[in-house]
């Protein structure tokens, strides 16, 4: 059985969709965006974003919403499923 797509409130101390994927966009001191698998340096110590709700926040990542499908149960479940996505969206991907 297939969790909902529903949207869902942020899990605090998950910071998976600030780690999982790549963002192409500059990020305050990240000014070529960020690879895969590397957290964002806007990531605080409770893994919680330094810029959200700012316009320099990338509109990438306001439009990335939790759901139960990619957050799961847990963290683990989050970075497995993001980085299938990302895998899936990669460019260059045949």
Do not use: N, Y
């Amino acid at each position: 059985m297939t969790a909902s797509p529903e949207a869902q409130a942020c899990r605090p101390g998950c910071g998976a969709c600030c780690t999982a994927p790549s963002i192409s966009s500059p990020i305050p001191g990240m000014p070529h965006g960020k690879p895969a698998g590397v957290a964002c340096v806007q990531l605080d110590e409770a893994l919680r974003c330094r810029i959200f709700g700012r316009p320099e926040r990338p509109a990438v990542c306001g439009s990335l919403r939790p759901s139960a499908d990619m957050c799961g149960p847990d963290a683990a479940h989050a970075i497995a499923w993001l980085g299938r996505l990302e895998a899936a969206t990669a460019p260059g991907r045949t």
